[in-house]
Each structure stands twice: as C-alpha cells, then as structure tokens.
C-alpha cells in the first residue's frame, strides 16, 4: 500500500471517529397540547374585529384625507384577520401528521438556570396596561419613565443607573422626535404649561 492510500484510509478512520461522537439531533418532546396553537391566530382575528368594530366611533378629521381617519386601523384590522386565519389553516392541516392530542414543543428550552417566568411576562403586560391608563393624568414624560423603570426591574436589571437614564433619555427622545420635530401631540399632563411656556408645543 503506497503512502497516498494510507493517508487516505486515515483520513476516513478520523471521519467515522468524528461521526461516532457527534450527537444525534435531540427531539423535542411531545407534549404541547394542538389546541394551544390556535391561540395565537384566534386572538389575532378578534384583536382585528375589535379594532373593524371601534373604527366605525371615529369621526373624520378637518383635514381632507383619502384613507379618513379610519384608514390605518382598518387596515390593520384587516391585516390582523388574514394572518390570524391562514396561521390557523396551517397549524391545523399539520394535525393528522401526528397522531393524538399532541405535538412537539416548538422554539428551544429555557436557558439552563435562567427559566421563562409567566409571572414576569404578565407583570410586563400589567405595567404596559398601568402606562395607558397614566397617560393622560401624568403625561407621557412622566409615566412613560415610570413604567419602563418597573418594566426594567421586572426583567431583572438591578443597576439604578442604567434603569433611570434608558428610562429618563428613551422617553425623552421620543417624545421629542414624535412631538415637537414630527408634530404629534402627547398628553403631558402637569408638564404642559411649562412645555408651552418653553416652547416647545404650540
């Protein structure tokens, strides 16, 4: 055997050395309930027949429009429902693939000593809705820092320096951006006359 057949044959040794070791794909298990899928597209669809049903409360503005004041959230709206729907259609014509109730758990497992927590997840969405509803007794440059500090300490930043500054800047930022640069008007409310005495609202 010449040299160049021997380099080969341990060139294939090393490579079914390396198959042998590597790890057969891990299977997720089965264990996600079929019905659970739907929620998702279910609440897309009714999210956008809530929004076809509260747009038509909407008066038209003073200025003329072609799509009226109506115009972005229904197509939204619209949006919402399509998606929601063929999600759906996919998600149960998948079914008879698997036999059973069952299906294989989707995405990856939780990081290794850092596990998902619905608690924390709920508490975000709580604060998002505690935003909306001081929106328009604080104002946005005043809630709007508040709730995305309790939101910060909910995911478990513990740095008071970073939580007040992202906090204090991004608020800022966009309200000025979105405000007074692109002419959209936030609630301030205690804040507002001192905005028109600066002015900075019109």
Same mark, same amino acid.
């Given at each position: 055997m010449d040299r160049s057949d021997t380099v080969a044959s341990e060139k294939n040794e090393n490579t079914v050395q390396r198959d042998e070791k590597k790890p057969s794909p891990r299977m997720m298990p089965i264990t996600m309930d079929k019905r659970g899928e739907l929620v998702g597209p279910v609440a897309a669809v009714l999210l956008g027949m809530l929004m076809l049903i509260e747009t038509r409360t909407f008066r038209k503005g003073m200025i003329p429009d072609m799509i009226t004041s109506k115009g972005l959230p229904n197509i939204t709206a619209i949006?919402?429902?399509i998606g929601g729907v063929?999600?759906?259609?996919?998600?149960?014509?998948?079914?008879?693939?698997?036999p059973g109730p069952f299906l294989p758990e989707e995405g990856q497992?939780?990081?290794?000593?850092?596990?998902?927590?619905a608690v924390r997840a709920v508490s975000v969405i709580l604060v998002s809705f505690l935003w909306g509803?001081?929106?328009?007794?604080?104002?946005?440059? /005043?809630s709007t820092p508040?709730?995305?500090s309790a939101a910060l300490l909910i995911m478990g930043v513990r740095s008071w320096v970073k939580?007040?500054?992202?906090? /204090?800047?991004?608020?800022?930022a966009n309200w000025y951006i979105f405000?007074?640069?692109?002419?959209?008007?936030f609630p301030l409310g205690p804040l507002e006359d001192l905005?028109?005495?600066l002015g900075l609202i019109k």
């Open positions: 949006l919402l429902i063929i999600q759906a259609f996919r998600q149960i014509r998948t079914w008879p693939t698997i497992e939780d990081e290794k000593g850092y596990p998902a927590s509803w001081l929106l328009k007794p604080l104002g946005f440059l /005043i508040l709730c995305l939580i007040i500054a992202f906090s /204090i800047i991004f608020s800022f405000g007074p640069l692109l002419g959209i008007r905005a028109l005495s």
